[in-house]
């Protein structure tokens, strides 16, 4: 297994949606493939120290999401079916562009200033496109 997952119960994210978000940027990022099949629920619930439900919970919605597949006696597996989709990579940023939002509102930027922001940066990264 390739996929090395982690956990933090301090960072006020509850742990299944930790998994989940390290599944699915596994998937986007391809450092999970298609076909892999990830630990079992008990395996992975021992290897972090974790309830195992918190393990099945997580597993159930990234199945209910279609990031995975679980074929019972066998496992759970990655599934074939392109889910490092344009919407999964979406899912996976999505977080991240809500945390820069929080920082910036935290810091009293208004929603102009912070527009100004993500302009510029928009043009650092994508030098050359239409924004």
Known sequence: MAAIFTVDPRSGVPIYLQ???????GVALG???????LPTV?????ELTVNPNTVARAYRDLERDGVIETSPGRG?????????SSELRTDVAEPAVDNAIRTAKGLGLDSQELRRLFERALTRWY???DQ
């Open 19 to 25: 998994l989940i978000e390290q599944v699915k940027r």
């Open 31 to 37: 450092t999970l493939a298609a076909g892999e099949q």
């Open 42 to 46: 008990k395996a992975l619930a021992l």
């Open 76 to 84: 759970s597996f990655v599934r074939n079916n392109g889910t490092a």
């Open 127 to 129: 030098p050359g496109e």
